[in-house]
């Protein structure tokens, strides 16, 4: 199974080095000098790691073959994609992979059915749950200890517990948003392959 690791930035100064935006809680496993990437676009690759350093907290990498500034730039947008096995597990036990969350059947602790997760949106501070609720609209479910109290993949469920508002007003107001305005960070930008997330 393919999962999304990363998207290469900007190049950064004149020796091929390029800025990642890293999306896996493993960069080290995932991301580590030796590691042999998949693309998209596919013509781009596949790229091998040859350095890595964090400079400005800011993860860089350098790519066998990438000795310039330009040939650095050339590759700004493209998705670094690892192949993970299906059955692989994350080694925190409190700590989940986007492929495991997605499809969840969302519930409060009392029982009662809030709706499906449809995308895990990663967001700098913290990551979202993006839920569909059975009317169609959408609810935005920080994945974080205090609201998230149970991911039960047994039984196909996360459990939260949400404090006053956040589900009934949150989803009227996300239904309403233009669909247009809902892109940018988050797993579903790139049909087919997800990217790997954290846990609460």
Known sequence: MQLVVARIGRAHGIKGEVTVEVRTDEPELRL???AVLATDPAST?????????VHSGRLLLR?????????AEA?????????????ELPEDEDEFY????MDLDVVTKDGVEV???TE?????SQDLFIVERPDGSEVMIPFVEEIVTEIDLEEQRAIIDPPPGLIDDRAEIVSSRDDGEDSGTGSGEDAGKGSEAGGA
């Open 32 to 34: 580590g000098p030796g």
């Open 120 to 124: 895990i949106s990663h967001l700098p």
């Open 45 to 53: 690759g596949p790229l091998t790691i040859e350095t890595g350093r």
């Open 63 to 71: 790519f066998e073959g990438v000795r310039d500034r330009t040939a």
């Open 75 to 87: 590759l700004r947008n493209t998705l670094l994609i690892a192949e993970v096995d299906p059955e």
């Open 98 to 101: 986007d492929h495991q969350l």
């Open 115 to 117: 709706g499906r997760i």
